[in-house]
């Protein structure tokens, strides 16, 4: 029972995202106009905080509440373009609802990530460290950023927390533990390195991690509607992007943080506010590690554990991605071999009859908490009080935190293989 109203309560999040999301944007919409003695505070959900004179900005506790109406924002975006895709592909029943459920999710992805690109990519080549990541340490700790690289790191940050929250609010699939971890770390990083002042260096990361991010859900839609050569195609200049983009330039940055930071940026603690040297070791709290993340006029300190600590993290995304990338791997291989992804599969026949199964059981889940009787499969009739079948546990199940294993490489093919 726990694990139905478990599914339950996710089916209902899944389905008012759209009216939740935009009652609350449009409520803190109404208020901000007919409420002036509030807008102080309202409109740090739509401004940038903490302008300067000279046009640029720089970090604040308000920054969390312009995060946090982006994330509402975004998870009214997502809901929106996922539900008039579904509509729209559902109407046209090119294929089954799973599919195009998950055809519209990677709709979404492909129109974030390529419009994220773009815009990273457009700060990148303008910027001082473009093709040069020892330019990326020489400015620290400077206090201003530009206004268009803080409302884009800004609006990154609060895309990864929506889809942190996404993957925990919806139905959990195979590769939930991994996408978790990579979400939360993803974040974390995020903040450490705005806390930080390293917001250059997060604009090159998330730069080389959306070039790919965009690839796979344009492959993934091309398998959704049975283009299998542009699928194959598509797919590998996605396994060719991500191998140069993921572990080329990636590694390479890496080594810049090991190698150059400690020869550009000396190991010294500075004023938060004023970013003049602190030589009085007296005025350096034994906490002050923390205070960027507290108070952006702290002190701010560079030495061999942030930089380990920095590094660490970045090594730990690169391990995720080693992993996923021999699970790639081990599809496109299958590919040449014509083999087909579908072949290391249970059978399109069996996906498609799993399908079936999973919405008659999301049903008769619905059904049982109303108290109304369900029709299985055969025709017979179940009574509402009846234990749920043998499968429908193990189905649950199945969305558990995992460890790579073959049963996330097949689902992996079923998402990125094109003859599945």
Same mark, same amino acid.
């Given at each position: 029972?726990?694990?139905?109203?478990?599914?339950?309560?996710?089916?209902?999040?899944?389905?008012?995202?759209?009216?939740?999301?935009?009652?609350?944007?449009?409520?803190?919409?109404?208020?901000?106009?007919?409420?002036?003695?509030?807008?102080?505070?309202?409109?740090?959900?739509?401004?940038?905080?903490?302008?300067?004179?000279?046009?640029?900005?720089?970090?604040?506790?308000?920054?969390?509440?312009?995060?946090?109406?982006?994330?509402?924002?975004?998870?009214?975006?997502?809901?929106?373009?996922?539900?008039?895709?579904?509509?729209?592909?559902?109407?046209?029943?090119?294929?089954?609802?799973?599919?195009?459920?998950?055809?519209?999710?990677?709709?979404?992805?492909?129109?974030?990530?390529?419009?994220?690109?773009?815009?990273?990519?457009?700060?990148?080549?303008?910027?001082?460290?473009?093709?040069?990541?020892?330019?990326?340490?020489?400015?620290?700790?400077?206090?201003?950023?530009?206004?268009?690289?803080?409302?884009?790191?800004?609006?990154?940050?609060?895309?990864?927390?929506?889809?942190?929250?996404?993957?925990?609010?919806?139905?959990?699939?195979?590769?939930?533990?991994?996408?978790?971890?990579?979400?939360?770390?993803?974040?974390?990083?995020?903040?450490?390195?705005?806390?930080?002042?390293?917001?250059?260096?997060?604009?090159?990361?998330?730069?080389?991690?959306?070039? !790919?991010? +965009?690839?796979?859900?344009?492959?993934?839609? *091309?398998?959704? /509607?049975?283009? =299998?050569? $542009?699928?194959? @195609?598509?797919?590998?200049?996605?396994?060719?992007?991500?191998?140069?983009?993921?572990?080329?330039?990636?590694?390479?940055?890496?080594?810049?943080?090991?190698?150059?930071?400690?020869?550009?940026?000396?190991?010294?603690?500075?004023?938060?506010?004023?970013?003049?040297?602190?030589?009085?070791?007296?005025?350096?709290?034994?906490?002050?590690?923390?205070?960027?993340?507290?108070?952006?006029?702290?002190?701010?300190?560079?030495?061999?554990?942030?930089?380990?600590?920095?590094?660490?993290?970045?090594?730990?995304?690169?391990?995720?991605?080693? !992993?996923? +990338?021999?699970?790639?791997?081990?599809?496109? *291989?299958?590919? /040449?071999?014509? =083999?087909? $992804?579908?072949? @290391?599969?249970?059978?399109?026949?069996?996906?498609?009859?799993?399908?079936?199964?999973?919405?008659?059981?999301?049903?008769?889940?619905?059904?049982?908490?109303?108290?109304?009787?369900?029709?299985?499969?055969?025709?017979?009739?179940?009574?509402?009080?009846?234990?749920?079948?043998?499968?429908?546990?193990?189905?649950?199940?199945?969305?558990?935190?995992?460890?790579?294993?073959?049963?996330?490489?097949?689902?992996?093919?079923?998402?990125?293989?094109?003859?599945?």
């Amino acid at each position: 029972m726990a694990v139905q109203k478990g599914q339950l309560f996710a089916n209902w999040t899944t389905r008012k995202q759209i009216v939740v999301s935009w009652s609350l944007i449009l409520s803190v919409t109404i208020i901000h106009s007919l409420v002036p003695l509030v807008r102080s505070y309202t409109r740090l959900f739509y401004e940038l905080p903490y302008a300067q004179a000279n046009g640029q900005y720089i970090q604040g506790s308000d920054d969390a509440l312009f995060v946090l109406g982006w994330l509402v924002l975004m998870t009214a975006i997502r809901a929106t373009i996922i539900g008039c895709v579904y509509e729209f592909v559902t109407r046209l029943r090119v294929m089954s609802r799973k599919a195009s459920m998950r055809f519209a999710e990677q709709a979404f992805l492909l129109t974030y990530d390529f419009t994220s690109f773009s815009m990273g990519m457009n700060i990148l080549v303008n910027s001082s460290y473009w093709l040069n990541f020892e330019e990326l340490w020489s400015t620290w700790p400077s206090r201003e950023i530009s206004g268009e690289l803080k409302w884009y790191y800004l609006v990154q940050l609060a895309f990864w927390l929506q889809q942190l929250l996404a993957i925990n609010l919806e139905k959990r699939r195979k590769d939930f533990g991994q996408m978790f971890l990579h979400h939360c770390v993803t974040s974390f990083l995020m903040y450490v390195a705005y806390a930080y002042r390293w917001t250059n260096v997060g604009n090159v990361i998330l730069c080389i991690m959306d070039v !790919v991010d +965009f690839l796979l859900p344009l492959a993934k839609m *091309l398998k959704y /509607l049975h283009f =299998e050569a $542009a699928c194959n @195609t598509m797919f590998g200049i996605f396994l060719t992007t991500w191998l140069v983009a993921r572990h080329g330039i990636y590694v390479k940055l890496c080594w810049s943080i090991y190698r150059d930071v400690p020869r550009v940026m000396p190991f010294a603690c500075y004023s938060g506010e004023t970013m003049e040297l602190e030589t009085d070791p007296s005025k350096l709290s034994r906490w002050r590690y923390f205070d960027p993340f507290f108070d952006q006029k702290g002190t701010i300190c560079l030495d061999r554990n942030v930089k380990s600590i920095f590094l660490g993290l970045l090594l730990m995304l690169q391990v995720l991605s080693i !992993v996923w +990338f021999g699970m790639i791997i081990k599809v496109a *291989l299958s590919m /040449l071999n014509g =083999e087909g $992804a579908s072949d @290391t599969r249970s059978g399109d026949e069996d996906e498609g009859g799993e399908d079936e199964e999973e919405e008659e059981e999301e049903e008769e889940c619905e059904a049982r908490s109303n108290g109304k009787p369900t029709q299985s499969a055969n025709g017979k009739a179940k009574a509402s009080g009846s234990e749920a079948p043998s499968r429908q546990t193990g189905l649950f199940q199945r969305g558990g935190i995992r460890v790579p294993g073959s049963r996330d490489r097949k689902e992996l093919i079923g998402r990125v293989g094109c003859n599945g």
